[in-house]
T-cell receptor, first 115, second 113 residues
Framework: ETGVTQSPTHLIKTRGQQVTLRCSSQ?????VSWYQQALGQGPQFIFQ???????GRGNFPPRFSGLQFPNYSSELNVNALELDDSALYLC??????????????FGPGTRLTVL | DAKTTQPTSMDCAEGRAANLPCNHSTISGNEYVYWYRQIHSQGPQYIIHGLKNNETNEMASLIITEDRKSSTLILPHATLRDTAVYYCIVRAPRSGNTGKLIFGQGTTLQVKP
């Protein structure tokens, strides 16, 4: 157990809807990264939040957005859902921000299905 | 694109050592090698990481070649619960980077009774 929690565990949405996924980081961790994992693929980096600011972004469109709160928990929002957004969404927390060698610890993920 | 190359799949007998290879021939001098594993439909689990020296923890050992172009993850006594996809990741250098993890396809390790 890493102490990183995510909610909900599973979610089913229809195309065009909006979704919010939540992540609580491990105690003492102030950086949260989000990843998308399509079936049969490795996780792909979406973005990272450090001290409530976006600290880097992968190759994902603007309809993927996020927030980080003062308690370091985070949300991932996806607007105008598409069928290809169906995936396992993972968040990972890190103890210190901005240091690439800090280990990322992953939560269990949220399985999103878009119909 | 991932900077590492791993075999797609491997088998190991329960109780034997599992040796998982990884090639990272373009690794930079200040990049670390990280290993994670992912059991079906769960979040990736951190195993171990290293820069140039061999490393050991309660889960595994990491052997990095002297030229740092390849490494081997060793699970000394594999159990059925070690069946998972194992990812070898070269971590981006420190300066001005998020330290994002770039996952490849990984190696599917099947531990057999």
């Amino acid at each position: 157990e890493t102490g990183v929690t995510q909610s909900p565990t599973h979610l089913i949405k229809t195309r065009g809807q909006q979704v919010t996924l939540r992540c609580s980081s491990q105690s003492g961790h102030n950086t949260v990264s989000w990843y998308q994992q399509a079936l049969g693929q490795g996780p792909q980096f979406i973005f990272q939040y450090y001290r409530e600011e976006e600290n880097g972004r992968g190759n994902f469109p603007p309809r993927f957005s996020g927030l980080q709160f003062p308690n370091y928990s985070s949300e991932l929002n996806v607007n105008a859902l598409e069928l290809d957004d169906s995936a396992l969404y993972l968040c990972a927390s890190t103890e210190a921000g901005g240091y690439s060698t800090d280990t990322q610890y992953f939560g269990p993920g949220t399985r999103l299905t878009v119909l | 694109d991932a900077k590492t190359t791993q075999p797609t799949s491997m088998d190991c007998a329960e109780g034997r050592a599992a040796n998982l290879p990884c090639n990272h021939s373009t690794i930079s001098g200040n990049e670390y090698v990280y290993w994670y594993r992912q059991i079906h439909s769960q979040g990736p689990q951190y195993i171990i990481h290293g820069l140039k020296n061999n490393e050991t923890n309660e889960m595994a050992s990491l052997i990095i070649t002297e030229d740092r172009k390849s490494s081997t993850l060793i699970l000394p006594h594999a159990t059925l619960r070690d069946t998972a996809v194992y990812y070898c990741i070269v971590r981006a250098p420190r300066s001005g980077n998020t330290g994002k993890l770039i996952f490849g396809q990984g190696t599917t390790l099947q531990v057999k009774p």
